[in-house]
């Protein structure tokens, strides 16, 4: 069996390691269109390096000086772990990093190969694959045929952008966050930037350190939530249409503006796949909505996205996703009949289905209530089916944690990264947070999954705090 693998990001590489670790010695290649692997990390500058066959310049959502908002633990794969050296919150190129050294250990480079955009994707009638790949160098196209796909270009890159009332009469400048590089390009402007999201975070403390003021407008629900924000930056309601110079929010607050930054996220797209595949390349958000087990293409089976979903903790997501196919392509699962598999589908995205997830942790992101037992008891499901649950009994803690940074960025944004993680063993995670006022002491949890498959979250420092009271009454 012949395995072609899209994408030379941290899916592509788990996929591609998986592929030959399998027992089953299959044929397997990488196509990657840039000159080297780590998709989205691979940056080194807003200098364009890569244009597309028409000549257009492609860049990628990645700016100076990243640094990543989860820690490096939930940032790893399972049996390779970040230097001891790393901070908690690993900088771009510390990722990079990882991921080359990743390569090299498991000796994946014979089997990718660079500057190589796959264009076309389209299934034969014999149950195999014709994959058109152009060389981004020559522009020269390759056809090849594969038994199976694994589609691993990540969702970061075609921008979601907003229709906005007063956008033709808009002098000021308008750009997605994705075009965001280098602050200095925005020295002593007035920044509105519309969304809440990591981006929206990260921008307003870049921006800050220029700009004259920078204005966050949101739909949090909840109230506004970023917290402990320097001086020229606060949070509003929503962009409701704009003026000449500035925005008007929901709220009826006019704020001048020089520059509007749309932090509005990204939109599913895959324009290699051909349209015999029932779906149109202009809409394929309802390809992502239509998979069964959020992975494969119901009529063509050997066709599977990895982590195309952006799923809570993507790199737990995305090995156990890549080796539940692996073991599809095994024989080890046995998929059901096509008509089984539509109403399954059917069912998830009813009223009570996996896709209002999103939504539900949305909605719940700011406190105690963001809930993670849909993702958690899809992917233990995957790991239970794939029968590789022992590899993976440390889901529910990886999706507590994540769970608690989330509530760290969203009210601790401007020291959150100063936390700290410790893994004390596999089972007792140590998270030390910041104090986020002046005269406050700095906390620290344990973080402990039970044998039952819980988790219990210890405050250390209250716990102390108790215990002397006890000894001096």
Request: neutral net charge.
């Amino acid at each position: 069996m012949r395995v072609c693998i899209i994408g030379a990001g941290p899916s592509g590489l788990c996929s591609l390691r998986n592929i030959l670790s399998s027992s089953k010695n299959f044929g397997v290649t990488l196509f990657e269109q840039q000159d080297d692997i780590g998709g989205l990390w691979n940056y080194s500058g807003a200098e364009v390096k890569l244009w597309d066959s028409n000549g257009n310049p492609l860049v990628f959502p990645m700016y100076s000086d990243l640094r990543c908002n989860l820690p490096k633990q939930l940032m790893e794969f399972c049996d390779f772990p970040h230097k001891v050296e790393t901070e908690t919150f690993a900088s771009q190129q510390d990722i990079h990093d990882y991921l080359l050294d990743y390569a090299n250990h498991l000796r994946l480079w014979p089997h990718i190969q660079l500057h190589s955009r796959v264009v076309n994707v389209e299934p034969l009638e014999n149950g195999t694959w014709l994959v058109a790949v152009e060389n981004t160098e020559a522009f020269n196209v390759q056809i090849y045929t594969f038994d199976a796909i694994m589609c691993c270009v990540g969702l970061n890159f075609y921008p979601k952008i907003p229709t906005i009332c007063g956008v033709e009469i808009f002098q000021g400048e308008i750009l997605h966050s994705k075009y965001f590089k280098e602050p200095s390009e925005f020295h002593k402007k007035r920044i509105v930037c519309l969304g809440l999201g990591p981006s929206c975070a990260d921008l307003c403390l870049k921006l800050a350190t220029v700009a004259k003021q920078v204005v966050a407008c949101h739909r949090f629900p909840g109230g506004f939530s970023l917290g402990m924000l320097p001086p020229n930056v606060r949070e509003t309601a929503s962009v409701k249409r704009l003026s000449e110079w500035s925005v008007i929010t929901e709220n009826g607050e006019e704020i001048p503006c020089d520059v509007l930054i749309l932090c509005t996220g990204y939109q599913p797209k895959f324009p290699f796949l051909c349209d015999s595949l029932g779906t149109a390349n202009d809409d394929n958000d309802s390809v992502t909505n239509h998979l069964y087990k959020k992975m494969l293409i119901p009529k063509h089976p050997t066709f599977c996205f990895v982590n195309a979903h952006g799923l809570a903790a993507e790199f737990l997501s995305l090995q156990i996703q890549a080796q539940y196919f692996v073991r599809i392509l095994e024989g080890k699962i046995k998929l059901p009949s096509l008509s089984t598999i539509e109403q399954t589908i059917a069912k998830e995205n009813g009223s009570k289905g996996f896709n209002k997830t999103q939504k539900k942790l949305t909605k719940n992101l700011r406190g105690k209530r963001f809930a993670l037992k849909d993702v958690q008891d899809y992917l233990q499901d995957l790991a239970i089916e794939g029968g590789f649950s022992d590899d993976f009994k440390h889901i529910p803690l990886h999706l507590r944690v994540f769970q608690w940074v989330i509530g760290r960025i969203f009210g601790s944004l401007a020291v959150y990264r100063q936390d700290q993680l410790r893994v004390l063993t596999p089972n007792v995670w140590k998270y030390k947070s910041v104090a986020t006022k002046h005269g406050e002491k700095d906390s620290e949890n344990i973080f402990h999954l039970k044998s039952n498959g819980q988790v219990t979250v210890k405050d250390l420092i209250e716990e102390d705090e108790c215990e002397k009271k006890e000894k001096y009454t």
